[in-house]
């Protein structure tokens, strides 16, 4: 079973900084992950899959990089908008525990 | 575009069957494209995912949960269900639909809080 480790649990970003967040698979997983924004309230959107590809309407600040087992989210410049809680999710290998266990990233 | 939204009884008594229905527009259950998943979070915490189906009628589960799982479609209107029998408190969370392609979840529901208390 493959176990997804998400790295820090909380991040502290001032607004216009640039963020990175990380998230570790226990084995390879090529490049078969996706990236999450998950904001109070609402349902988690799809970001970022195939490790660097951004979702439709996902504005470029966003990238994603990596392969095998280590994996990077960047917002380039935070906006208000993206202070959010953060999830990667393998889909390499089924069946799941798919998902990390989250990154929250506040306001500084 | 696709969209989805979850609904059935925000509240469920111990050791009852959970039921919730997922109802799509924008796009067909029917589609030889896409699974359908469940996902669910208990308040303050992760993303657990339950379970799929596809056209095919072909399912599969969380293991931690197939005992207790059944998915499946309604195709003439255009539904896929969620039933989670024997349920205890640990079964209360916020209960999500999403279509799935290629182990990717987009779009998915907003979302719907299930209780589970006498």
């Known amino acids: 079973e493959i176990v997804m480790t998400q790295s820090p649990a909380t991040l502290s970003v001032s607004p216009g900084e640039r963020a990175t967040l990380s998230c570790r698979a226990s084995?390879?997983?090529?490049?078969?992950l996706a990236w999450y924004q998950q904001k109070p309230g609402q349902a988690p959107r799809l970001l970022i899959y195939?490790?660097?590809t951004r979702a439709t309407g996902i504005p470029a600040r966003f990238s994603g990089s990596g392969s095998g087992t280590e994996f990077t989210l960047t917002i380039s410049s935070l906006q208000s908008e993206d202070f959010a809680v953060y999830y990667c999710?393998?889909?390499?290998?089924?069946?799941?525990?798919?998902f990390g266990q989250g990154t929250k990233v506040e306001i500084k | 575009q696709v969209q989805l939204q979850e609904s059935g009884p925000g509240l469920v008594k111990p050791s009852q069957t959970l039921s919730l229905t997922c109802t799509v527009s924008?796009?067909?259950?029917?589609?030889?494209?896409?699974?359908w998943s469940w996902i669910r979070q208990p308040a303050g915490k992760g993303l657990e995912w339950i379970g799929r189906?596809?056209?095919?009628?072909?399912?599969n589960y969380n293991p931690s949960l197939k005992s207790r799982v059944t998915i499946s479609l309604d195709t003439p209107k255009n539904q896929f269900s969620l039933k989670l029998s024997s349920v205890t408190a640990a079964d209360t969370a916020v209960y999500y639909c999403?279509?799935?392609?290629?182990?990717?979840?987009?779009?998915w529901g907003q979302g719907a809080l299930v209780t589970v208390s006498s």
């Open positions: 195939s490790a660097s």
């Open positions: 999710q393998q889909y390499d290998n089924w069946p799941p525990k798919v």
């Open positions: 924008g796009g067909s259950v029917s589609s030889d494209s896409y699974f």
């Open positions: 084995q390879s997983i090529n490049i078969n």
């Open positions: 999403a279509r799935m392609l290629v182990g990717v979840f987009d779009p």
């Open positions: 189906v596809y056209i095919s009628g072909s399912t």
